[in-house]
């Protein structure tokens, strides 16, 4: 693929996958506190949980699924699509097989699932019941369903992913609306959501055939070797993954096994919040996914470095607007969107943004070295992060509550992200650690305190009365940090192909 092609699709691809985003946030936005509204406090948490426990048996993946897209962004480079093909047939197999046995799990863990985390008597009919429909939905559906979106994700036609799930995304959400006024209840909510997932694989499907050159599956084509080798790879991908499900599942489990449901609720309103931003920042990391596959392959190690340092500052400069801004407006955000009983998700929404910050260049390292032979590594320092941040928040829970599960997630964050990731990315790619202090984190977070300045100014002599006077407020610190960040910490080089490109746009217009 030529420079500018490659420009041109991931650019292409990058917009679609913040349009679908932003889109997402804003039925988001308003779906949450409905639902909130329609089916009670006690009910949403049960809701939360619910996803909590459903998430992990996603876990029977096994890591396939960043196989699949591996595979097949090589295949566009080196030609094996007999290859290819045998590969994704195998995997195929192996989740059919892998979400038949999760569902039978599931069931038998159905029968215990009331006792075992002191759901209310009366809820547990409709806590088994949610439970069964969306196992059905992340197991028989997600996990060999799975596999065509990996396909096209490989592919690169990530932008036809995201009208995919821009449509599912609208139809769940009518389907929701009507759902609860109707008078279904939480058992609705489930089934809706999950026949609108069950749409949205079945275009996947359909667009994986018709846009993979020569893509053929069948069960002549599964080959017992190719499971073992496809684990060698994978099976690292999953540890990984588990990590990502710890920080972002079990503190729900927490909250539950150690306080009880109603804050189950109140804490996923601050976990969501940190989800959204978190998704937001890789949304571009996504993207880069595929690419760092055909980098490698092109042995282009200068343009790894700068996926690791300047796409790392630029990915971490939308990540501090977000969190920057909640710092000065989460109170605002909580009472006024989701009410005052949420208050209490405050201080952990604080530290849950902080770790998110942190966080970013981590992201864009992490997919690198997974993608570049040194997935073993990312995947024990997976498997140190459960220990750290399981450790750390039972302990600090008992002192702090939900505000010691937040700080649980951050030391994490900084102990096996900040320190560990970040160092053994660039010692193999050959710039100094500190290069992500002084070309990452200092360019990003120095505006940042004018950001904060002007929004405490703002907050101080007008005092914020409904969440649009909320975003209004803020958006005089967001143009601040954007002039700031384009004097002070792009350099000249991008500057000038911003501008290039500008002038080019003018003269063919």
């Known amino acids: ?64 699924g960043l196989g699949v897209v591996k595979w097949t962004g090589e295949s566009r480079i080196n030609g094996k699509l007999d290859y290819r093909n045998s590969m994704l047939s195998t995997v195929l197999f192996v989740y059919i097989i892998l979400a038949l046995a999760g569902m039978a799990i599931l069931i038998i863990f159905s029968f215990f699932y009331g006792k075992l985390f002191s759901i209310p008597e009366e809820l547990i009919p409709v806590a088994v019941t949610i439970l069964i429909i969306l196992g059905v939905r992340s197991l028989l559906i997600q996990i060999p369903m799975s596999l065509f979106k990996g396909v096209l994700f490989g592919e690169q036609r990530i932008y036809l992913i995201n009208i995919i799930q821009i449509l599912s995304n609208v139809v769940y959400a009518v389907s929701a609306y009507f759902a609860l006024t109707g008078g279904l209840g939480v058992v609705g909510l489930a ?15 359909i ?24 684990l060698s790879f994978s099976i690292y991908s999953f540890i990984t993954t588990v990590a990502g499900l710890v920080l972002f599942q079990t503190d729900t489990l927490i909250v539950q096994l150690t306080l009880n449901l109603e804050l189950v609720g109140v804490y996923a309103v601050a976990l969501k919040i940190n989800e959204y931003s978190f998704l937001l920042s890789k949304q571009l990391v ?83 070295l997974t993608m570049t032979g040194e997935h073993t590594f990312t995947a024990k320092i997976s498997v140190i992060s459960i220990f750290v941040n399981l450790g750390a928040s039972l302990i600090l829970v008992r002192f702090f509550k939900l505000t010691g599960i937040a700080l649980g997630t951050l030391i994490s964050i900084v102990i096996n992200n900040v320190i560990f990731t970040l160092r053994k990315a660039a010692k193999i790619y050959s ?18 305190i004018f950001l904060v300045a002007a929004g405490y100014l703002l907050k101080y002599f ?33 500057k000038q192909k911003v501008r290039d490109r500008i002038a080019h746009r003018r003269t063919r217009s």
């Open 1 to 64: 693929m030529s420079d500018n092609k490659r420009v041109r699709v991931t650019t292409i691809n990058a917009l679609t996958n913040y349009f679908r985003f932003f889109l997402t946030i804003i039925i988001s936005f308003w779906l949450i506190p409905f639902i909130i509204r329609s089916l009670g406090q006690d009910l949403y948490g049960l809701w939360s949980l619910t996803f909590s426990i459903i998430g992990f048996f996603s876990l029977l993946d096994f890591g396939f």
């Open 191 to 205: 089934s809706v959501n999950c026949l609108a997932f069950f749409a949205e694989n079945i275009l996947y499907l």
């Open 207 to 230: 667009f994986a055939f018709r846009k993979t050159e020569k893509l053929s599956l069948s069960l002549k084509k599964v080959k017992r070797s190719f499971i073992k080798e496809a």
């Open 286 to 368: 996504n993207v880069l996914t595929p690419l760092i596959s055909e980098l490698k392959e092109n042995k282009e190690d200068d343009s790894i470095r700068y996926l690791l340092l300047d796409i790392s500052k630029y990915v971490a400069a939308t990540g501090a607007l977000i969190t920057l801004t909640i710092y000065v407006f989460s109170k605002e955000l909580l009472y006024f969107w989701v009410g005052e009983a949420f208050l209490q998700a405050n201080v952990p929404l604080l530290i849950l943004m902080t770790s998110f910050l942190l966080t970013i260049p981590e992201l864009i390292a992490s997919s690198v």
């Open 431 to 448: 710039f100094p650690y500190h290069h992500y202090i002084t070309r990452v984190f200092l360019p990003v977070l120095l505006p940042g």
């Open 462 to 494: 007008f005092p914020v009365s409904g969440l649009w006077d909320m975003i209004i407020k803020a958006i005089p610190g967001v143009i601040v940090y954007l002039i700031l960040f384009w004097f002070f910490s792009i350099d000249k080089s991008m």
